[in-house]
Each structure stands twice: as C-alpha cells, then as structure tokens.
C-alpha cells in the first residue's frame, strides 16, 4: 500500500510503507532546521560573518517560507506527542497603517498559530448542575490556560463539570494521537495484532502494543491502519461514536465529523496515527474513555442544568461495545504513558493513571492542541478526565495530562473517591453494538 502526502507547496509525495519512517524523519530534520532559523530570528541573534546583498535576500527569503512549511508539516514532524520548549512570548501586535484596514489575526510566535495560550476559560459557563468540589478542581488545574476541562463518571455518563462549555460544545478539533485507542481496539478486535505482537520500525527495531501507546508512535499506529483499511476502521470510529453527538440534550452540542472517505493527505495511515479526516470533541473523549473504563458501555452524556435534572438523571446506553475482552490488552500502555511515556507530567498519583495524549496542529483554526483522555479506577469509584488545551508552542499533550494529574490528585487529597454514589437504574436506548 502507498502513503500519499500531499504539501500545499509541491506536488503530492508518493511514499511506500517501508519509506514512511525515512519521510517522518526527513521532515522531523527539515522542521527542526527550520525552527532552528525561527528561533534566531525571533530572538535577534545574527551570524558573526558579515552579510551580502545576497545573502540577507535568501534570509529575507527564508523567513516567508518557514511558517507554511512548518504549519503543513507539524503533524508528520512531531512523533511522539513530546513536550515542546517553554515559550511564554506574547501574541505580536498588529503594525498600525495611515488608512483603515482590517485587523490581521494575533500571530503566536514559533509557530503557525493564531488562538493565545491563555483565556478566561470560565467565562460563560453555567454550573447549576455541577459537583462543585470536581468543579473548583478543574478550574485551579486549568487555571490561565485556553482549554476545556471534562470530568464525568464512566459508570453512568453523568457529566460532572466542563470548564470552558463554548469550547468544549464546538464541532471539534483534530483528535491528533487520542485516535490510537479506538485504532488498538479495532486491530485487536480484528485479530489483527494481539498485546504480544511487535511491528519493525527500522532496521532491527521492533515495537509492540505497550510500547506504541506508552511512547506513542506513528509508524506502528499507521501500519495498524494499513492493515485495517479505511472500510474496517471506519466502521469502528462510527461504533466509538465518532462523527455523532455524544450527549443527550446538551444544548448547544455540536457533534465532531468522521470523513466518508480515504483522507488524500496520508491516507488510512495519517488518519489512525494523527486523526486526519476526523473532528473530535472533548466530550466525544470523554464518551470513548468511559466506555474503556467501564469494560464497553458507551452512554450517551448526561449535563444536568440544575438540581431537577440531576435528581431525574437516568443513565442512557447508547450502544454496547464487544471489548471487554481487549481492554486489558491496552491498559499497560495507557498507564505506561503516564509512568513513563508521553504523560509523565501527569505526575504521580495514588491511584494509577490510564489515559492517552495528543499533540498536533489543527489545520483549520489554525491552532496547536494538547489533548489527554484518561481515567483513574479507586476501589469502587472511577473517574474520567478529559483535558484539551489550545494556543501556541506552550500547548502540548504532556502539558494536558499535567492539567488532569492536578485534578485527580487534588481530589484525592479531598477524599472524593472515599465517598460511594449510589448508581441511578440504566435505561438502555440500544443496545446493539452495530447501530
């Protein structure tokens, strides 16, 4: 099979599955290099050789063509979902002219992006229905940054808060390397790996399930996809939810898009390593997650708006999913991410930690997204937390799942998971897995 990835700059790059290692890396090399330059620039270092008439045209040059290539390339180049340098610079300001015109959009320095770090994520929200004490630790584990916060409990679909409910309520982002759960799940299911089957990589080097969800990497979640299809996958992303609303009556809830056919950039194998050709919403998230923390129910949302609601709150199954059998085939490397992969500034916590990150650049705000789906099992007691992250170079999935770390274990400092709730009577809306 080949991989087609199309530049905004040059004709379409055709590459075989035992060349998409060497792109990722040649691209990793070229954007490397290119921020390299960037970060010169930006902070006013200059060569010691003097410069030519020439030569300040070629940098004048170069510094046009940095930001579309790196913006067209950030996905392939970023691997792992990898923490980027800290960068604390503010938006640039607009140059004032004589004559009126139209604002340009903030630019974030390093990078492509136009959507700030921080925001006053709160603003907006309405919180009649919420469990404050997860509210107040949502908020101070967010606390600046321009994100969402969802925490709900998997065992019911009741939505304990969202912080940020226009962003968390929009049509969706890139879900980056989030998309990898379903994409196991669906290899598993096909029999197409199990937990024990390693993919080569380069040269000698091997990977397997574990490893590949801990470190998050591209190739072997690229090669699942191959393997798979778009046909197989696609009906799986569809079971998971995705392309649908995943409440039930939650105003102003847009549902995320699911593709109908073969993305034209990178094809199946961008789109089960990055998410191409898909949206994906925090609460679609922090459906999935559930629905892997409670062994294959998926249920549809429930926000309650005030104490009404919340006392007339009867779980709704949406459908049931066969991977009951597959989850502990993916908890290793969903708990490996945060010992010692792509969420280690989760940080420690009393309970263990399973979640995913993802981080990439989403083509159409344009912004850089730091996603963390995740869910904690105490005794009886399960929680999921779902943190996207959105602005600049600052933004990451590592920096997500250092926001969900601080809710968990703020809560646990409070007792929260000492306290049993008492499960409403579930209401099954359907229960095939094939609707």
């Known amino acids: 099979m080949v991989l087609c990835f199309k530049s905004r ?7 075989g599955h035992n060349g998409l290692l060497s792109f990722y890396k040649s691209i990793l090399t070229a954007v490397t290099a290119l921020a390299a330059v960037c970060a010169l620039d930006a ?3 200059q060569s010691a050789a003097p410069k030519t008439a ?3 045209a070629a940098a004048k040059k170069r510094r046009r063509t940095v930001a579309p290539v790196a913006a067209h ?3 392939a180049a970023s691997g792992a979902d990898a923490a980027p340098p800290k960068d604390t610079a503010e938006a640039t300001p607009v140059k004032k002219t004589a004559g009126p015109v139209a604002p340009a959009p903030a630019h974030i320095p390093g990078g492509p992006w136009r959507v700030p770090n921080y925001a006053e994520s709160t603003e907006g929200d309405s919180i009649d229905g919420d469990d404050m004490q997860v509210r107040r630790a949502a908020v101070d584990a967010l606390g600046r940054l321009n994100g969402s916060v969802v925490v709900a409990d998997p065992e019911t679909g009741r939505v304990l808060t969202i912080v940020n409910q226009k962003l968390a309520f929009k049509s969706g982002f890139e879900p980056c390397s989030t998309i990898k759960v379903p994409v196991a799940l669906a290899a598993l299911s096909e029999s197409i790996v199990d937990r ?3 993919i080569r990589i380069y040269g000698s080097t091997t990977v397997g399930m574990t490893q590949a969800l801990a470190k998050s990497n591209n190739y072997y979640f690229a090669s699942l996809g191959e393997k798979l299809g778009f046909d197989r996958f696609h009906y799986y992303a569809k079971l998971f939810g995705l ?3 995943a409440g039930l009556g939650i105003e102003g809830e847009q549902a995320g898009t699911l593709t109908r056919e073969t993305p034209s950039n990178g094809g199946v194998g961008m789109m089960t390593s990055f998410g191409e050709g898909i949206t994906l ?6 459906a999935i997650m559930s629905a892997v923390a ?3 129910t998926l249920y549809y949302l429930q926000y309650p708006r005030g104490q009404r609601d919340l006392l007339e709150l009867t779980p709704r199954v949406k459908r049931r999913l066969d991977i009951a059998q597959l989850i502990p085939d993916i908890k290793p490397g969903m708990s490996g991410a945060v010992e010692y992969g792509t969420a280690r500034r989760a940080g420690d916590a009393h309970e263990t930690i399973y979640g995913k990150t993802g981080t990439c650049t989403d083509p159409h705000s344009p912004t850089h997204l730091g996603w963390f789906g995740s869910f904690t099992e105490a005794g009886n007691q399960k929680l999921v937390v779902v943190v996207l992250l959105t602005g600049g170079k600052l933004v990451s999935g590592g920096a997500a799942a250092a926001v969900a770390g601080s809710v968990y274990k703020e809560l646990d400092a409070q007792d929260f998971f000492a306290h049993a709730r008492i499960p409403a009577p579930v209401t099954i809306a359907a229960q095939s897995a094939g609707q």
């Open 9 to 15: 700059l040059t004709r379409p790059v055709r590459v």
């Open 43 to 45: 902070a006013g270092i």
């Open 54 to 56: 020439r030569s300040k």
């Open 73 to 75: 390339f950030v996905k």
């Open 196 to 198: 024990d089957t390693v």
């Open 243 to 245: 392309g649908e609303k």
């Open 281 to 286: 919403t925090p609460l679609q998230l922090t």
């Open 294 to 296: 409670n062994g294959g």
